[in-house]
């Protein structure tokens, strides 16, 4: 497909073509989610404080003051309007899905208000994200079905590629709202991927995906704008988590399915798995982290605490934008990394190396856990005066 510049074309007047041209309708639908994100989260601010919707600091929380917690309805408004700004009639097939996927998408929008407000059992959540992604998974035939050699696996039968997919679906949700803890991390890191998704989509010319994806990753852009603010802020709530996590797992189900498609495409990647775990190898550490410490240390896994790797950044010194800037940036290197040293490695190899880089992971968090406990105790001698102080003081 030639590309035409935005300037040629502007002085050429033929402005239709810049409006309609599929890629720039990506790039617009990022500005205008971004803009749409940034002018209606004031309003719903306004609204939550008026109404006391907010969350209160508690043992586990990073923020000091109460906070509202609807900013997933801004980046669920943003995101939708963007995208469904501009036909998508070009594939019939990516269409279909993206309609079944908002079906999926209303229905956590409206499981994570409710969760926001009035908190939703666990257990019922868990099971409406399943039906959620069954609904693509069954009705879209929507699913992982290729290991790309992983282990000398390839084609799989529905009898495991339709549990994997649902299981990756909530998996990736959860994740998502697992490391939204600190201001900027879930939204940062889902940005990063959303870009990378969507650049992907773009480059092998299915716009429906990739404008939806740039759509959403306009939406947070504009959202971080006010999770950083100090005088404005809010959170994404489970209302955004449950959104971005869903989207996020339709945009990686989709890749790995393309690129089994393209097999012999030059575009393509073999190695697709790979770099969909690396893209989200944040959430994916931090969650499967903390799931081993708390059943290593006899708890449920499913029981909330402060050992997220942002929550020990956090006790360790950093702000909430270097602690979330530190992940965003281990997104970023490891993604370049990979894609500079992959070469020929074979997919099994990649995941060993992928395995023996959670092992690191878990050390490093390890010690950093070690250096807090260190200075606590340092900082509780200091405050407490041995006995010889005070017999000095007694004669002084």
């Not at 390839?154 to 679906?169: K, M």
């Not at 650049?199 to 994806?213: Q, V, Y």
């Not at 390890?366 to 010889?388: D, G, Q």
Request: hydrophobic letters at 50%; a negative charge.
């Amino acid at each position: 497909m030639e590309l035409q510049l935005p300037l040629q074309i502007l002085t050429e007047g033929n402005v239709n073509t810049l409006v309609h041209h599929d890629i720039y309708q990506c790039l617009l639908s990022f500005l205008i989610g971004c803009f749409l994100s940034i002018i209606s989260i004031p309003i719903i601010i306004n609204l939550s404080n008026l109404l006391h919707l907010t969350a209160k600091p508690g043992f586990r929380s990073s923020h000091e003051t109460e906070t509202p917690t609807l900013g997933g309805i801004a980046i669920f408004a943003a995101t939708l309007i963007a995208y469904f700004l501009w036909p998508h009639s070009e594939n019939i097939l990516d269409s279909n899905l993206i309609s079944l996927a908002m079906t999926g998408v209303i229905i956590l929008f409206f499981l994570g208000i409710k969760d926001d407000i009035l908190a939703v059992d666990p257990t019922k959540k868990l099971i409406i994200q399943i039906f959620a992604s069954l609904i693509l998974v069954a009705m879209g035939n929507f699913k992982v079905d290729n290991f790309y050699g992983i282990f000398g696996i390839h084609g799989v039968s529905d009898f495991i590629s339709i549990p994997l997919t649902v299981f990756i679906f909530i998996a990736i949700i959860n994740a998502i709202n697992l490391i939204d803890g600190i201001d900027g991390l879930a939204g940062g890191i889902s940005l990063i991927a959303g870009l990378g998704f969507g650049i992907w989509f773009i480059a092998n010319d299915h716009f429906s995906f990739g404008c939806l994806a740039f759509a959403m990753s306009g939406s947070l852009l504009g959202f971080l704008r006010f999770n950083f603010s100090k005088t404005s802020k809010i959170f994404m709530g489970d209302t955004g988590s449950l959104i971005v996590g869903y989207l996020l797992s339709i945009f990686a189900v989709e890749f790995l399915s393309l690129n089994v498609g393209y097999l012999h495409d030059p575009n393509a990647y073999f190695n697709a798995p790979i770099i969909v775990m690396v893209l989200l190898i944040v959430p994916i550490f931090d969650t499967l982290r903390v799931f081993i410490v708390r059943i290593f240390k006899g708890g449920s896994p499913f029981v909330a605490d402060r050992n997220h790797m942002h929550h020990i950044l956090i006790d360790n010194g950093l702000n909430h934008f270097w602690a979330s800037f530190t992940l965003w940036m281990v997104t970023i290197v490891n993604t370049a990394l990979f894609f500079t040293f992959h070469g020929d490695i074979t997919n099994t190899a990649s995941l060993y190396i992928y395995i023996g880089m959670f092992g690191l992971y878990m050390v490093f968090a390890y010690f950093l856990k070690k250096r807090i406990a260190s200075v606590k105790e340092r900082k509780k001698m200091v405050k407490s005066p041995s006995l010889a102080d005070d017999d000095l003081s007694t004669f002084q």
